[in-house]
């Protein structure tokens, strides 16, 4: 069944779009442990870019970094959830789907350590 807010159109469905993004933000900080220790990081880091950066280059990159790591979080946190949605049972694919997920946290915390030390270092 298609969701009866397709529909909408215009700054109608701009206005929804932001309220649901606003909501997950919320749900996402409210329930998730790990996404509040990165809003924190966030908190620490992004100024941190901004006076590090030699370069405009150098501080979007330091700053993508820290945004890709809290954006596959909140990927992961969702992909949790809908797997714990259809079943709390222990099966293999709820495993494999959460570690998967957890995988992709992991390589945009690597990736931003890269990063952030290469600017800083390099």
């Known amino acids: 069944m298609e969701s009866p ?7 109608r469905r701009l206005l929804n779009a932001f ?10 900080f409210k329930n998730e442990d790990a996404f509040r220790q990165e809003v924190m990081m966030a908190v620490i880091l992004l100024p941190l870019a901004v006076y ?11 700053i993508a970094c820290v945004l890709l790591v809290m ?4 990927l992961n946190s969702s992909i ?4 714990d949605r259809i079943s709390l049972e ?6 494999r789907a959460k570690d998967i997920g957890s ?7 690597v990736n931003l350590v890269v990063v952030w030390a290469l600017v800083i270092f390099g």
């Not at 590090?52 to 330091?62: E, N, P, R």
């Not at 949790?80 to 797997?83: D, G, N």
Request: overall charge positive; charged content about 15%; hydrophobic content about 50%.
């Open 90 to 95: 222990n099966h293999q694919l709820a495993k």
């Open 103 to 109: 995988a992709a946290v992991l390589l945009s915390l």
């Open 19 to 28: 309220g649901y993004s606003m909501a997950g933000f919320k749900a996402a």
């Open 80 to 83: 949790e959830a809908t797997v």
């Open 52 to 62: 590090l950066g030699k370069t405009g280059m150098q501080t979007a990159l330091m």
């Open 71 to 74: 954006i596959v979080e909140l």
């Open 5 to 11: 807010y397709k529909g909408k159109t215009g700054l």
